[in-house]
């Protein structure tokens, strides 16, 4: 790394004193008795495997798989990282795949030998995630990990009062009911079959009722579909796409909504920071038993089946707009 690759955190560290370079934490590594390292799957992880082999630390591994990361690192000049992963850990087969469809290896491989080989230890968010890791490392993954589950600050079931304050803040109509979808539209969110649900539920019939995806729209073909199946509904008006939103704004619609539906499917890991949030707001929102999902409290989400029928996510969503102490419970 260069020092050019830190100016954006020179002027964070006049400011949050707090707040230091990598350039700075390796000069000053010696001064720390423990290291955690957070780890995701994406740029802003940038530089921290290398330094990892260096300063041994532990390890917080959002992201089983750590393809995207270790893409960003090869663009940033940053050696050959996911291709000499990718021939290490999973052999000449996945580097022609990557070669060939660099999405599709990001998905099947997970790329992350070097984390539990570097760390002093790791910690996993859910047990599947755990359970993942055995199958994708070795067993040696259970002596060197341990299961913590992420956390959330805890926040306070909104009253009429704010829940209404909160929907003037954002622009948004005083009554009807209001149902979200917290987090960024992608495939595995399931977000046509959210949308197929909501075109056979009782909610499809109230001129008062909303459904919001709060989060930035898929930018590729993918997105486009869900635009056009929106399109199809006999009132596309009833649902919107927001974009990013600001953490302010996020909480906003946290207290504003009167459910949320959050599904999955094809998990590799990873743990919903949007269904945590929902949960410390006190949300009651509908989930399904993929991945880590399945750990969640029964009591505390409507729990669907992983793979489930059309009609269960329908009626679910019908009771819980029709059942308020249902929701209230929850």
Known sequence: TTPEDFQGWEANERTLPNVKSLQWFIAHANEFDRVV?????????NGMWSVMAQIPGVAALHDL???????????RGFGQMWPEILLYE????????AQAN??????????NYRVFRDSLGVVLHSDFARQLATAQVGNGVPLK????GLIRQPGTTPTAEQRAQARQALGLPAGGTLVCCFGYIGASKLPLRIIDAWRHSDLAHDPDARF???GRNHPGEFGQTVTQAIATLPNPAQIEITGFVTAEDFTHYLQAADFAVQLRTFSRGETSGAVLHAMAHGLPQIVNANGSFAELDEQAVWMLPDVFEASALTDAINTLYRDTDKRHAM
Do not use: P
């Open 37 to 45: 390292y957070q780890l995701g799957n994406s740029d802003y992880h």
């Open 65 to 75: 798989f750590q393809g995207d990361y270790l893409a960003s690192e090869q663009k």
């Open 90 to 97: 999973h052999g000449y087969q996945a580097l022609a795949r």
């Open 212 to 214: 919001l995806f709060v």
């Open 145 to 148: 990990s341990q299961t913590i």
């Open 102 to 111: 660099h999405r599709d290896a990001v998905l099947d491989y997970a790329g």
